[in-house]
């Protein structure tokens, strides 16, 4: 099933799935040789904008016979479920105290303004602006996306089929409009909303409707359009509380769709008619720790409504011949075992972690219901190679693997069960394959990257073998790849294990401690870096920095394993395994200690926040951006849309008292104490429904009362925006810029640890 559970970081993965690489080259920690940071210049006194102060309002904790105070937990607005729809409803003094916080880190970066507007033009020029897609057939349409010079958002469109004997959807050089049909242009939909997000796009089987959900605020609220492509008016009373997650029927005449709770959580799915009329409810989620999702197999003989969490799903069928049919479980949840669906004509392709299969293997069931009992071996576990992925067209089925590392695709032929790999040369890179609309086809779409190499798409025959270059990315203000280098390097972890480390730089780079170095990290739900082009690392990479990312465990990068090794009551591996790579990268001449500055994201911003409190003195800066660091408080608020669902990553502290304990060792918040912390950027958005906006907020407050450095604590709420910070192309990159002026701010700054 071509679907997705929701989580609390997906959107920040694209800030660093993009620098990784490989010559095998072991860096290890060896505490005998530690470089000792340089003496620090003293900086000559200027006058700097006063930081606020927010107050202090004492609020007790009791919980499992402990006791905590929480003077910050004012910040928290009781009526954050409005806030999120209408966040003119947010409590004057906690608006008054966003503002003055976002006026402060706007007055102390002041002299970074030229800088961020050079970063910003930098990475703008790297993107094609009127770039298009590689179009995806489908019957008699080719369907793609497109941006307008200057445009924010994509034109979504379709065509006439291209003609092309081998390879449909080819693109056109010219990509001419005479016969374009334009489905949904997003720039004229986001006119008058200071956010606008689109979410799962389709064209309905018939190709006479096409829908949409949009989200005007950040609030992961969406309402779902449907468009009559007949007369291209779009239809009245559309879905709305929707979670975004939505499927045609096969037959056309239904939408299936998710319904979005008070809390924000997805809980219930909704049948209605495709052009309007009665919802009716055909599936409830009691547990409020389980997520739902809703998708079509690749054969489309079925829809399929999945429910999990992070270590048990669950999914139920609907079949496309009876439309209006209840969904009928698969394999009732059982705890621990997670399983999801394709279907391969005669059988399902069942993708499983079963019977103890740690990365995962594939079954097959011939039974028109293929419960666990019907289960057949077809790919079997093999520890080390995780599958990531399977599904299948009418005569093959594409499996993705990583190893080391890095990916593969393996092609499987039906009739005989011959397989063979789509092969690339470089050590280390990324493929990522899909089969597209169609079902019966031989014809599947691949893309190829690496640190170096901006992306390809392929066109691949599964049965002659044959591949054909259908798109390369441009950059207009160009790039050559010789100009830089790429490593892999592995660091040892304090219980041995060897964490993979990459750098990327400019060829001849000097190793010897002089570069800055900004070091990347994640290490949560399973989400892997994987070794991709990126247009913004290069802004710091050609200023003379080396760019890394720490593969810490947490991900899935060495296998589902390195992230059970990085979750619940191993989580503090993740954090050991961060600044293990600091130090080895140091040892090995690409950054001085205290001069590096940290960059995470969401999960990762629980990182920034445990590796601030644990080594504050290896930093230059810290950014955490939309930070998960008030754990304990956030894992113990039920009404929140992720505290159930994620008690299996992190533990229920509400009801465990070994997770409570646990909790609290690390949580990034409650471990906050007096010593000297770098400077600290903190970034979020008032809409936020995955972290929300007071746990930056509270966090910059903290670390400045405790601080005993000096430096400068930054908080920047965007009051427009959600997790995924602005919503437009460009409006993004000026994000991504202000964080990278940061970073070189504070390391030219090199402020004082005393």
């Known amino acids: 099933m071509k679907s997705h559970l929701n989580r609390r970081n997906i959107i920040f993965t694209s800030v660093a799935t993009s620098f990784v690489a490989g010559f095998g080259f072991a860096a290890t920690p060896d505490p005998a040789s530690k470089k000792a940071a340089p003496p620090v210049t003293p900086q000559p006194k200027t006058t700097l904008p006063t930081a606020p102060s927010p107050a202090k309002k004492p609020f007790e904790i009791e919980q499992l016979g402990y006791k905590r105070s929480d003077d910050y937990h ?41 800088l961020q507007t050079q970063i910003f033009e930098e990475m703008k020029g790297r993107i094609k602006e009127d770039d298009a897609s590689v179009p995806s057939p489908d019957g008699p349409w080719e369907y793609y996306s497109r941006f307008e010079k200057g445009g924010q ?80 008016e779009i239809l009245p009373n559309p879905i709305t509380s929707s979670a975004g997650d939505f499927v045609f029927s096969k037959d056309s005449q239904y939408i299936y769709w998710i319904w979005r709770d008070e ?16 919802d009716v409810l055909i599936y409830e989620e009691k547990d409020e720790g389980f997520f739902i999702s809703i998708g079509a197999v690749s054969s489309e003989a079925f829809v399929v409504i999945g429910a999990g969490d992070h270590e048990t799903s669950e999914s139920w069928l609907i079949p496309a011949s009876d439309p209006t049919a209840m969904p009928v479980v698969v394999e009732p949840r059982t705890p621990g075992l997670k399983y999801d669906l394709d279907h391969w004509d005669d059988r399902f392709i069942v993708y499983t972690n079963a019977d103890d299969a740690i990365d995962f293997k594939i ?18 576990h093999r520890p080390g190679i995780y599958v990531t992925s399977a599904e299948v067209t009418k005569r093959h089925m594409i499996r993705t693997e990583r190893e080391n590392a890095n990916t593969r695709i393996v092609i499987t032929r039906k009739s005989d069960l011959a397989e063979h790999t789509i092969s690339v040369d470089e050590e280390a890179y990324s493929l990522g394959a899909g089969s597209g609309f169609e079902y019966d086809t031989d014809i599947i779409r691949y893309a190829y990257t690496s640190p170096t190499t901006p992306s390809q798409t392929f066109g691949y025959n599964m049965e002659s073998r044959e591949k054909v270059l259908l798109k390369t990315q441009v950059i207009p203000s160009g790039h050559n790849p010789a100009d830089y280098t790429a490593r892999r390097l592995y660091a040892t ?18 190793l010897d401690g002089s570069s800055p170095l900004l070091l990347y990290g994640y290490g949560s739900y399973g989400i892997p870096m994987d070794p991709t082009f990126s247009i913004r690392s290069l802004s710091l990479v050609n200023r003379g920095w080396i760019y890394a990312i720490a593969h810490i465990r947490g991900g899935t990068e ?111 918040y409650d471990n906050i104490e007096a010593k000297p912390y770098p400077p600290v950027l903190a970034t979020g958005g008032l809409s936020d429904p995955r972290v929300t906006y007071w746990e930056p907020m509270k966090w910059i407050a903290k670390l400045r009362e405790k601080s005993t450095s000096g430096a400068p604590m930054l908080l920047k709420i965007n009051m427009e925006a959600g997790h995924g910070g602005a919503s437009g192309r460009f409006d993004f990159l000026k994000e991504i810029a202000f964080d990278y002026a940061f970073a070189i701010w504070a390391q030219d700054k090199g402020w004082t640890k005393t």
């Open 74 to 114: 004012w910040m928290k607005d009781d009526n954050w479920q409005a806030v999120l729809r209408d966040p003119s409803l947010i409590k004057a003094d906690v608006k008054a105290a966003l503002i003055a916080e976002n006026a402060y880190s706007a007055a102390m970066l002041a002299s970074t303004q030229d």
């Open 153 to 232: 958002h994509p034109i979504l469109a379709r065509r006439p089929r291209s003609t092309t004997p081998f390879l449909d959807g080819v693109p056109s050089t010219d990509l001419t409009r005479a016969a374009e049909y334009i489905l949904l242009n997003e720039d004229e939909r986001a006119k008058g909303h200071d956010y606008y997000q689109a979410s799962g796009a389709q064209h309905s089987s018939d190709h006479a409707l096409y829908a949409w959900g949009e989200d005007t605020q950040g609030s992961e609220y969406y309402t779902i359009q449907v468009r009559d492509l007949a007369t291209g």
């Open 558 to 668: 060495k296998g589902y394993g390195w992230f059970l090794d990085g979750r619940k009551y191993k989580k503090k591996n993740t954090f050991t395994d961060f600044i293990a790579a600091c130090e080895s990268l140091c040892d090995a001449g690409y950054g001085t200690r205290g001069k590096v500055v940290a960059y995470g994201g969401s999960a990762g911003g629980m990182l920034m926040g445990a590796i601030a409190n644990m080594r504050p003195e290896l930093w230059a800066g810290v950014i955490g951006a939309v930070p998960f660091v008030d754990v304990l408080n956030t894992m113990s608020d039920t009404s929140l849309p992720l505290t159930p669902p994620e008690w299996p990553e992190w533990g229920n502290p509400l009801e465990d008292k070994q997770a409570y304990e646990y909790i609290v060792s690390y949580s990034p």
């Open 363 to 380: 079954m097959t069931s011939t039974a028109a219901v293929p419960a666990r009992s019907t289960w057949q071996e077809f790919v079997p």
């Open 493 to 510: 972890a304090p219980d041995g294990e060897k964490v993979p480390v990459t750098v990327l730089m400019k060829a001849g780079t000097k």
């Open 263 to 278: 809390n924000s959580r997805p809980a219930k799915v909704f049948r209605r008619p495709a052009r309007g009329g009665e």
